[in-house]
């Protein structure tokens, strides 16, 4: 029995936004347990078995403390910014499909839509850094809008490779027209991508926007409370959606065994081996400096990826 468009509609929305609710929030205790034990640091281990409730501790201890709003603030676009930083991600989240019929919102182009979408959340750092009437947060800002300009045209570039040899705009039509093979055609485009993506995130060893040692925590260093932890937030729900991007553009979406009933599974599964690798990189790797930041995507990134979408329109035209 089919449900009506409006029960419909809800009950996608309540799915999305619960899985955006704990996504993250696995995220980052994943995050914080697995970063502890290959570091050798025990961390709290107070909160719960194996300090397994340690996140649900930080929450309160974010909700209980004063939402603290500079004088020098800008006050409106202070208190906008952590908004527009996680709103995006949301909205992301509803467009990329889980399967074939596991979709919130299968909108045309879905593939130009989340890209554009997750793009957004860049303004929400730059409103943090501008908003705070704090100059070490003003440069953390400004080095994050300098380090979107440079990786987002290698991503475009990589997802557009993956575009060309499926022949669609569509996120769905991507993961149905992906063959095994694609791992190796692709594989400099999924390098590059993954990349990228870590560097839009501001992750390490991509933090030069937050540099602790340098700009204490860039563009919030003057958030606290609720604010703070929205940022927080964002940032995990950064690593979900480019790693649920990533999976249905260079590992197939929901292909596997038994794809036609655990679609959904292989597409989680596929899309946590990536947040785990993400995750990785920050243990690993030292900082890079922004001169070596800036090198790196315009001196490497940006003319592989070319490379790739030439060869995929070449093998396109030749095998296509």
Known sequence: ?????????????????????????????????????????????????????????????????EDVTPAAADRWVFRLAPAVALIPYLVALAAIPWSAAWVAADVPASLLFVLAVTSVGIFGTLM?????????SLVGGMRAGAQLV???????????SVALAAGTLSLTGIAQAWSWWW???????????????????????????????????GPYTEYSGLGFAFFLLAEYAGIVVMSLLFTVLFLGGW????????????TLLKATMVAIL????????????????????????????????ALTGVGVVVWG
């Open 183 to 217: 791992l190796l055609w692709q594989l400099p485009g999924a390098l590059v991508f993954l990349i990228a993506a870590v560097a839009e995130l501001q992750r390490v060893p991509f933090d030069a926007p937050i540099a602790d040692a340098e700009v204490v925590f």
């Open 128 to 136: 943090a850094g501008w908003g705070s009437g704090n100059k070490y």
């Open 1 to 65: 029995m089919e449900l009506p468009l409006t029960v419909e509609i809800i009950l996608k929305a309540v799915v999305v936004l619960a899985a955006f609710l704990t996504l993250p929030l696995a995220i980052g205790q994943t995050e914080h347990k697995v970063m502890a034990h290959m570091q050798g640091r025990l961390g709290p281990m107070e909160a719960g078995p194996h300090g397994i409730a340690q996140l649900v501790a930080d929450g309160i201890k974010f909700v209980q403390k």
């Open 278 to 309: 993400i995750l990785w990189l920050r243990i690993a790797w030292p900082r890079v400096r922004e001169d070596q930041l800036q090198r790196l995507a315009w001196v490497v990134l940006v003319p592989v990826a070319l490379v790739q979408l």
């Open 150 to 160: 440079s990786y987002e045209l290698p991503m475009v570039l990589a997802a557009a």
């Open 255 to 266: 292909s596997g065994p038994w794809s036609d009933t655990l679609g959904p599974v292989w």
